[in-house]
């Protein structure tokens, strides 16, 4: 009788465990579709659908939200994708998966046109990157995500009219994209990045009127893409 309730206590760990179990086989299925769904193999609700049926088992998983996130806001329900989001930022379980939430939230904020609650995501986000930055000097995958989170925060600055605050955060982006694209294991992919951080720079000259300053940073972005072009192709 007293052996009772440890019996319970196993079978009930027993039942979550094998939930968890089909949680992350659920996970790992809805990855997959990822690539399927960019061949156009199958549809955005079709993938959304198979990271609910997941959430549903363990709701606990940030990227998880992220993801439905992601979906409905890219499928037009910004409702949906907007309590995806704050459930991310409150499942984060570390700081990566926190500041990758903070810039969704903010990506759905802008969407639904309060650009001052976005802006404040995207700073939260950067705070964060910042500071995982800081602790993993120099790693690939942290200066990434620092100048995601610059991008994000230059986005909402120039679609609100500050035009020397966004023209901070392009320039912070584009030198630590630069500094990434010079070393001896960058790829292609470094490359395109300083192409995307020119051309948000240029935009800003072109809108403070600088057309000629503007010029130069498309013209370095074109130089670079057709580089990139070449040795793809050759």
């Known amino acids: 009788k007293a052996a009772f309730p440890l ?5 009930r760990e027993r039942a979550r465990q094998r939930t968890l179990l089909e949680a992350t086989e659920r996970q ?7 690539p399927m769904l960019t061949n ?16 549903l088992l363990d709701p606990s998983y940030a990227w998880g939200w992220i993801e439905i996130a992601r979906l409905s806001r890219q499928s037009g ?21 926190r500041s990758v939430a903070l810039n969704e939230l903010g990506d759905v904020l802008v969407l639904v046109g309060d650009l001052g ?7 939260r986000s950067l705070e964060v990157a910042e500071q995982l930055a800081r602790i993993a000097s120099g790693g690939l995958q942290t200066q990434r995500d620092l100048g995601v989170s610059l991008d994000r925060l230059g986005d909402v600055l120039f679609m609100a009219g500050d035009l020397s605050g966004a023209r ?7 030198t630590i994209r630069q500094q990434m694209a010079a070393s001896p294991n960058a790829g292609s992919q470094e490359n395109r990045d ?3 951080s020119l051309d948000r720079l240029g935009d800003v000259l072109v809108a403070s009127r600088d057309l000629v300053g503007a010029r130069a940073l498309f013209e370095e972005s074109l130089r670079r893409r057709e580089q990139l072009l070449q040795k793809e192709t050759t």
């Open 194 to 196: 300083v192409c995307v």
């Open 28 to 34: 790992h299925v809805a990855m997959l579709a990822s």
């Open 168 to 174: 901070q955060q392009f320039s912070r982006a584009l």
């Open 117 to 123: 609650a976005a802006r404040l995501q995207f700073k």
């Open 77 to 97: 329900d910004l409702e949906r994708a907007l309590h995806a989001a704050n459930d991310a930022v409150s499942k984060a379980s570390n700081d990566r998966e």
């Open 7 to 11: 019996i319970q206590q196993q079978f």
């Open 40 to 55: 156009g193999e199958i549809s955005i609700m079709e993938v959304l659908g198979l990271w609910e049926q997941a959430q």
